[in-house]
């Protein structure tokens, strides 16, 4: 009995190491092929142009949420969709404990900005974020 207890103790702590404090959306991503006409056709549909527009990436702030373009993303992946987290490193350790694998390493991507993201069992991509800038309008 007290080793089926310790057993059960143990999948127990395995679950809740695995538990995952998710803050809500934050990003979606759009692989981009034509980078130029991608921007053009985004700038019209949502009536506004780019708050940040560089040849490596392309962001509109829709409503306090962040909708990017991605000239090198992986077009078989699709859109990429990032939720908030306090803490990427322990989010991608949680998800990898979980059965996720790495799919792009966490990385300051500036003005104390982390992403990354993994591959979940069933083979979708899980975008990780810790934005301090980040407010809703």
Do not use: C
């Not at 130029?36 to 306090?64: S, T």
């Not at 992986?74 to 490193?89: E, F, K, M, T």
């Not at 322990?90 to 966490?106: F, K, R």
Request: proline fraction near 6%; avoid cysteine.
């Amino acid at each position: 009995m007290l080793s089926a207890l310790r057993a059960l103790s143990e999948v127990g702590a395995s679950i809740l190491s695995m538990t995952l404090a998710l803050h809500g959306l934050r990003t979606v991503i759009y692989p981009s092929v034509d980078l130029e006409a991608d921007k053009a056709w985004w700038a019209e549909l949502l009536g506004q142009q780019p708050y940040f527009d560089q040849p490596f990436y392309v962001g509109f702030n829709v409503a306090g949420y962040e909708l990017a373009l991605l000239p090198d993303a992986d077009q078989s992946d699709g859109a990429l969709v990032y939720w908030g987290v306090d803490d990427v490193p322990a989010a991608v350790q949680a998800a990898i404990e979980g059965g996720a694998v790495e799919h792009t390493p966490v990385a300051d991507v500036g003005e104390g900005v982390v992403t990354a993201t993994v591959r979940t069992p069933a083979g979708t991509v899980l975008g990780l974020i810790y934005n301090p800038n980040f407010r809703l309008d």
